[in-house]
């Protein structure tokens, strides 16, 4: 009876526990949704006075920062970078040390410290000014000696830290990494940055291969194109397509347009009809009107079209509307388009 009780105690506990770490996680989330809530409402004319700035650079954004900064700077950086602005992160210390020769005059810096008195962030700020940078402080002081050297600064000021023990910088952080996405999107909104250029600066993921990759650049050319002319022997078209191992067959005229098209699914199907291979043509049995696509269509567009269709594999033509390729849903998955 004893262990039943302590059993029944133990699992009252593990779920005031579960509350109470549910409870927490809540009050963390809304605090910092609250502080960047803040943020959005106190924007002024200094953040569009900052995206001009970046938008006027002549050279390269470089972002720096140190400690929790530092690792908030870095994800500043690249996103800039992913967006059409060029920028790297420097570390404030390795900066004293060399790094500073990375800068140039048309530079500008954009450094993050939310006291604003990061003492290696400060060290670099005179010999920057020096070298003509432009520096956009982000700090959670605007007395601060940053916010006060900078030629702009954006205030990041949080009420509280979501950290139960007011130490760790979280809501903090989380604030100045928000307003580095504000100006990160708001530049690019300006250059009126697309899609496309988003994916070429992405070419290794999923964007940029439905983005850049086209028709012409998968399909089967030349001698592996599965084709016959209109009048081959039913036979011969089933040779061609055991051959060239896409699961069909061409049929072109005598100017290479494709006019029909004949698939192992028409295969099975011409045998249910007792269709004599020996004595019948391949025009007995294709389809005409094939679905093709242009060679220089996206690859998602193929895959659009297959789906659409229901079907396999799509003939490739040029502007004149000659067969100059063919692909299936084989090659699509292999180049990781779907």
């Given at each position: ?5 302590k ?94 020769g ?93 899609a496309?250029d ?47 191992g ?43 009107n ?6 220089d ?14 079907i396999?594999?799509?003939?490739v ?5 000659v ?16």
């Open positions: 009876m004893s262990s039943l009780i059993n029944a105690q133990l699992a009252v506990n593990l779920q005031a526990e579960s509350k109470k770490t549910l409870d927490l996680a809540r009050d963390i989330l809304l605090l910092e949704s609250r502080e960047i809530d803040a943020l959005a409402l106190r924007l002024d004319e200094r953040f569009i006075a900052a995206v001009a700035l970046i938008l006027q650079c002549k050279g390269r954004v470089v972002v720096s920062g140190m400690g929790k900064s530092g690792h908030i700077g870095g994800k500043i950086a690249s996103t800039l970078a992913s967006t059409g602005t060029p920028a790297f992160f420097m570390h404030p210390a390795e900066a004293s040390h060399g790094d500073l990375m800068i140039t005059l048309g530079d500008i810096v954009i450094a993050l410290s939310n006291s604003g008195e990061s003492d290696e962030v400060l060290a670099i700020v005179p010999p920057l000014k020096r070298l003509g940078a432009r520096i956009i402080a982000i700090t959670g002081n605007e007395n601060s000696s940053l916010a006060q050297a900078a030629d702009i600064h954006l205030s990041a000021h949080v009420s509280k830290e979501a950290c139960p023990l007011g130490l760790a910088p979280t809501s903090s952080t989380t604030v100045a990494l928000a307003l580095g996405d504000a100006l990160a999107l708001c530049v690019l909104d300006q250059r009126e940055f697309t496309e988003f994916a070429r600066s992405h070419p290794g993921g999923s964007l940029g291969r439905r983005l850049l990759i086209h028709v012409n650049d998968l399909m089967r050319s030349g001698n592996k194109i599965p084709k016959v002319l209109a009048d081959a022997p039913l036979a011969q078209g089933l040779v061609e397509m055991s051959n060239k896409l699961g069909l067959t061409a049929i072109v005229d005598e100017n290479n347009k494709p006019i029909g098209i004949f698939t192992d699914g028409d295969l099975r199907r011409a045998f249910e009809k007792n269709v004599n291979v020996a004595s019948s043509c391949v025009a007995d049995v294709m389809h005409t094939p679905f093709t696509i242009n060679q269509q996206l690859a998602i567009v193929a895959v659009e079209i297959m789906e659409q269709r229901k396999s594999a799509l003939l033509t040029n502007d004149s509307g067969l100059v390729g063919a692909l299936n849903m084989h090659d699509l998955l292999l180049a990781k388009v779907v």
